[in-house]
Structures are given as structure tokens and as C-alpha cells.
């Protein structure tokens, strides 16, 4: 059976860095493992999301936040806004119930204005996604405006990245596709 993987990325507008960057490592996972891929972005959850509950998402948002769940592995990316992953990236995960991410392999990746805030992927994202308990892959790929160009990934460096997200990542599937499930931890000690 093809590993489901889901990409998220948090852009607002397209065409849009942040996509291109998580279709990337998708792609590149794909020379390495079977997969039915699913791309999700902020533009197809719509309009409407500055919602409090779950149950009052418009519902291509909730399909998207029920993907994330469901997924055998996520490939997740954000703009750099105000020098941390984007307020409504964060709303939409926040939807996500604690304890669908356990165990769950996931690549991190950002893309900014420059060079400045290349450590957001692990100062802002990986806490974010330790909070939940998945594996995030070891190395996460970060992007400035001038390595990535009409649709392209015009940097040496960031393509091995991203080609080297996408082996661990590969791996990362393996190793939870032959394991037990890890239990959650109790709601209490998650918080
Ligand atoms: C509101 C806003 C805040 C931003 N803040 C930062 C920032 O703090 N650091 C940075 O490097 N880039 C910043 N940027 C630039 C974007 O992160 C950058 O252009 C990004 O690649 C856009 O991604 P997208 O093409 O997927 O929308 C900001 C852009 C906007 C619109």
C-alpha cells in the first residue's frame, strides 16, 4: 500500500515559496517510496477559518485538518511572519486533536524574506510538533526569497536538504510502518 502523506503549507497567496518547498520534499519522497499524496494550503481551507471550535470549521478545512490525522506521514511548511511560522499555519493546527501526531513521522519546512530567520523551522516549528508527540525528521529545510524562483528551488544547498529530508523521511515511514503504535500520553501530561 502507497504511504498517505499529507503537505501543508501555511501561505495565504499563490503562486506561493512555502508550497513549492513542501511539493519539493514530496516529490522527492516519491522517487523513494510509493505514495498517494494529498497538498493541502491555507487557500484551500478558505476564507472562513477565524472560527473557536472545531465543529464550526467551513468544511474544506476540516477535510484538510482531518488529513493531517489520518496521513502515515506530513510534510509541513510556513512562511516566516513577524519571525515565527504564520498566526492562522497555527490556528489550523491547533484543530488538530493532541493526540492524532503521535509517533507520526513529519518533515519541517519554512520559507522567509531572507536568511535571518532560518532557524524558525526549529526554534518555532519543532516545539510545535514535539508538543504532539511526532518524529520529526532531522534535518528541516529552510528557504530565503532568493532560493526559490519561479516554482523552482534555485539552491544547491536547499535542494540537498530537501532531498535529504526526504530520505529520513522515507526511513521515518519504514521504522513506523514495522513498529507498534506509541500510546499517547494521557491528556493531562500532554498539556
Ligand atoms: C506579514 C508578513 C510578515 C513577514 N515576516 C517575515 C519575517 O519575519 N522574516 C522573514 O524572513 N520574512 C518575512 N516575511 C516574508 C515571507 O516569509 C516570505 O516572503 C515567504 O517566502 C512567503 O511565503 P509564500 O510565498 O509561501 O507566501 C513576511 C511576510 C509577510 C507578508
Do not use: C, W
Not at 476564507?47 to 465543529?55: H, Y
Not at 512562511?79 to 484543530?95: E, M, Q, R
Not at 523551522?121 to 519543532?126: A, D, K, Q
Amino acid at each position: 500500500m502507497p504511504a498517505r502523506i499529507v503537505a501543508f503549507s501555511g501561505n495565504t497567496h499563490r503562486p506561493s515559496r512555502t508550497r513549492t518547498l513542501v511539493e519539493a520534499v514530496a516529490a522527492e519522497l516519491s522517487r523513494l517510496r510509493p505514495i498517494d499524496l494529498k497538498v493541502y494550503d491555507l487557500v484551500d481551507a478558505g476564507t472562513a477559518i477565524a472560527v473557536a471550535g472545531r465543529s464550526a470549521l467551513p468544511l474544506p478545512a476540516a477535510r484538510i485538518v482531518e488529513g493531517i490525522e489520518s496521513a502515515d506521514a506530513l510534510i509541513v511548511g510556513s512562511p516566516v511572519y513577524k519571525g515565527s511560522y504564520a498566526g492562522l499555519f497555527k490556528h489550523l493546527i491547533d484543530f488538530v486533536a493532541p493526540e492524532a501526531l503521535v509517533g507520526k513521522p513529519v518533515v519541517l519546512t519554512a520559507t522567509g524574506g531572507g536568511p535571518r530567520h532560518a532557524l524558525v523551522v526549529e526554534h518555532s516549528l519543532r516545539p510545535l510538533f514535539g508538543f504532539f508527540s511526532a518524529q520529526t525528521a532531522p534535518t528541516s529545510v529552510y528557504a530565503g526569497d532568493a532560493e526559490i524562483a519561479e516554482g523552482r528551488i534555485a539552491d544547491e544547498i536547499v535542494r540537498a536538504r530537501v532531498a535529504q529530508a526526504a530520505a529520513e523521511l522515507a526511513r521515518l515511514l519504514d521504522a513506523a510502518q514495522g513498529a507498534v503504535a506509541p500510546t499517547a500520553l494521557p491528556v493531562a501530561a500532554a498539556r
